[in-house]
């Protein structure tokens, strides 16, 4: 709620934009009361195909990914039963759903919402990493816990799944990108303005004026800024710079 709060005020700066995932994912839908969250007949683990609903094509977040495109997916609960006349009331946007199953009677739960202008969020792993996943999966211990629970048959079917270009690491390389371009691409109309006056925060204030100055002065060092907030936001680790660390370089040029 102070998030959402603080982003109703027109004269609040910067925006505070979020992405929900997996069980945060859940907790919002429940907190904004916009389907059922329920547990599964069956734990849903592997790699699997995310149906776009039309919404979906106008959504910048998910520019660029094929219908279908591949997630990761790990859950023993689901969102399902949307509450359309909620998702109105919040003008809140269903843009995906899981994979069809004829031959199962189960409703498709839910697998992506566009919540508001500044919350987004997904069920599937748009973080999952194909190169550290592998290595993970390939480990004694974990393939035999996969072989043991959901057979050999799904075990060989995840690796040749996150070694296929056009799957994990597509999505990968452009859900939480696009999210983050999108996100910085935001705060130009309010880093262009001239009247800081109506941004009368205190010290923070000071903060975001110098950073504005940066970025006026000098786009791509505010840019590198920026990635190193994000860097220390979200503990650093190589994945993470390898991915998002070109974005940045590209919005700053």
């Known amino acids: 709620n102070q998030v959402e709060n603080w982003n109703k005020q027109p004269d609040s700066f910067p925006k505070k934009h979020v992405f929900f995932i997996c069980h945060s994912f859940q907790l919002i839908c429940r907190h904004y009361g916009i389907g059922e969250v329920c547990k599964r007949k069956s734990t849903s683990f592997g790699v699997f195909p995310v149906h776009m609903l039309q919404e979906a094509h106008n959504e910048p977040i998910f520019h660029g990914l094929q219908e279908p495109f591949y997630a990761v997916d790990s859950r023993d609960y689901q969102v399902i039963k949307p509450n359309y006349k909620r998702l109105r009331e919040l003008g809140a ?67 040749d799944h996150l070694n296929d270009p056009d799957k994990i690491l597509y999505t990968q390389h452009r859900v939480l990108p696009n999210f983050l371009r999108h996100s910085v691409h935001s705060l130009r109309p309010m880093l262009a303005t001239q009247d ?47 991915v998002f660390q070109p974005i940045f370089a590209a919005a700053a040029g």
């Open 93 to 159: 946007t269903l843009l995906g759903i899981e994979k069809s199953r004829p031959h199962v009677p189960l409703e498709r739960a839910i697998m992506a919402v566009r919540f508001n202008e500044y919350a987004f969020g997904t069920q599937f792993h748009p973080e999952a990493d194909p190169i550290g996943m592998t290595m993970y999966l390939q480990t004694e211990e974990k393939k035999a816990t996969i072989i043991s629970n959901f057979g050999e048959e799904k075990w060989q079917s995840m690796i």
């Open 196 to 242: 800081w006056a109506l941004l009368n925060h205190g010290g923070s204030l000071n903060m975001y004026k110098n950073n504005v100055g940066c970025m006026r002065r000098k786009k791509k060092e505010c840019s590198i800024d920026i990635y190193w907030w994000l860097l220390i936001l979200f503990h650093s680790t190589p994945i993470f710079e390898a």
